[in-house]
Nanobody, 125 residues
Framework: QVQLVESGGGLVQAGGSLRLSCAAS????????MGWFRQAPGADREFVAG????????DYADSVKGRFTISRDNAKNTVYLQMKNLNPEDTAVYYC??????????????????WGQGTQVTVSS
């Protein structure tokens, strides 16, 4: 079965950095676009970043543009989210998601086919 497993979350001070990883199995990873979403307590799940199968096209939410970088390594079946200059508003559970269309970057969570279990990111002020 398809599994997406996130790692790399944790507690960091404002201004710090974290790198999240999402390891995929059970699917042809290079055939999927991938996305990162996050959900803060009491809030809806929101789009953070997306990347097409080849890594040649990316999309970012305005709130993270210039601070976060999404990348992928198809040989390792892994997608990454490098987060810099974190602030308390970035505190959330971060989820990776797979879209079965290789160019299917979408900001709509319902359009993704597979989800990981999430990893907590907490940014202290």
């Amino acid at each position: 079965q398809v599994q997406l497993v996130e790692s790399g979350g944790g507690l960091v001070q404002a201004g710090g950095s974290l790198r999240l990883s999402c390891a995929a199995s059970g699917l042809t990873f290079s055939g999927y676009a991938m996305g990162w979403f996050r959900q803060a307590p009491g809030a809806d799940r929101e789009f953070v970043a997306g990347i097409v199968w080849s890594g040649t096209r990316k999309d970012y939410a305005d709130s993270v543009k210039g601070r976060f970088t999404i990348s992928r390594d198809n040989a390792k079946n892994t997608v990454y989210l490098q987060m810099k200059n974190l602030n308390p508003e970035d505190t959330a559970v971060y989820y990776c998601a797979g879209h079965r269309h290789p160019y299917g970057i979408s900001r709509v969570s319902g359009e993704y086919d597979y989800w990981g279990q999430g990893t907590q990111v907490t940014v202290s002020s």
